[in-house]
């Protein structure tokens, strides 16, 4: 076969095969590793008929940004919205100028402006980047994706999966349904009809036969808790919220809450055409099928664990965080807009902020002291709660027995109280929120400084 001969075949393999979308990044400009361009496009998620998203360049999934452990990544972001925005790089523990949320960080990024962000990921694995402004329609409507570091010293897989979970909020003619309605902020959010993966329903990924596989699961979902549990019993939990596990574990049936990941190895069936699926409680999301190979006989590489500072619990101060409904479900009306506050942390609402205002601190960290946070949930709902800049060191829960593990997102079962310890060695003003983003708008959102 002459090589333009080969070039349209293989074309045409990837036309016909059940290969994944892709996204191509725009040519950075110089000097950086990635642009990204923020607008309205439409997209093709369902099949009757396109969906009026906001994307990154142009599509969805968005581009997948690779950067490497210890080397320092530039993204430029443009906003092409009419519309404020500004970039988190979710589970990232950087300095506070590159946090991406506005008014602490950051001004917001105007329509038309540019803003670079530079930083050095201190840690490997599944971590991912969106919006910290007008989050239940920018995140909602598309603005969602997968930020991956590849380690110093990449461990050995055959195949590296990167699967974005999202619900959609459309319809079967692909216009959206409502976001939110207050009746869902003030209890688990607003569910998506369509379930995808990287934008698609129920997608199916070749693999090398007998390949040791790794399947990255990220939740960049508004609302949706997934139950992830899969076909093949041999199926390891490998890392959790971007973070390797000292031992791996069997999966069985893991919650992933909204902002959560979980990292899975698997190892391929041998026998092309044999497949594995992942699934959402009785529900297939993916599936992977087995493509011939040349591979034997491979197993599971094992993850280097992350540099997270242990935390020193002899020293420690604890800090008790209480998490309750607001009694008051009435809206609240302000400049013309009408908001709703139905969740708080400490007793307090989140109140907005502004240039000209930035509510007090919930908490004050002295820099380099450990603390423990007593997260009680006293609701019925769970709720992911996330810290920007820091990883916890999750210890105890007085619903279950707890292997210590790290996080940045600690999922909170209803009535729930989680031991979590950090070290405050990040100087700044950090988010700290639950992650179902109905629930943060609607005050269960906050801050602690450490100084
Ligand atoms: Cu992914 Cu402040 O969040
Ligand atoms: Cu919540």
Redesign the pocket.
Known sequence: MNRRNFIKSSLLVAMTSTLPKVVLAATPSAGFDYELIIAPADVNIVSGGSTPALCFNGGYPAPVIRAKQHQPVRIRVINKLNEPTTI?W??MRIPIAMDG?PFLSQPPIMPGETFDYEFTPPDAGSF?Y?P?MNSVEQLGKGLVGALIVDEAEKPDFDEDLVLCMKNWHIKDDGSFTALTTPQNAFRMGTPGRVMTINGEIHPTYEVPAGGAIRVRLLNVDNTLLYQVNSTDPQAQIIAIDGNPIDQPVALKNHAVGP?MRLDLGVIAPKKVGESVTFKHKGKPMVTIKSVASKLKERRLPRLPLNPIPAPDLNNAETIKFAFEWNANITPIEKDGKVSYNFWTMNRRSWEGMSKGHIPDPLATLERGKTYIFELSNLTQYHHPI?I?GHTFTVLKSNKKAITPFHTD?VLLGQNETVLAALVADNPGRW?Y?C?IIEH?KTGFMSFVEVT
Do not use: K
């Open positions: 988190h979710h589970g949320v991912w969106h910290h902002g996330h920007h997102t988010m929120h992650h943060l």
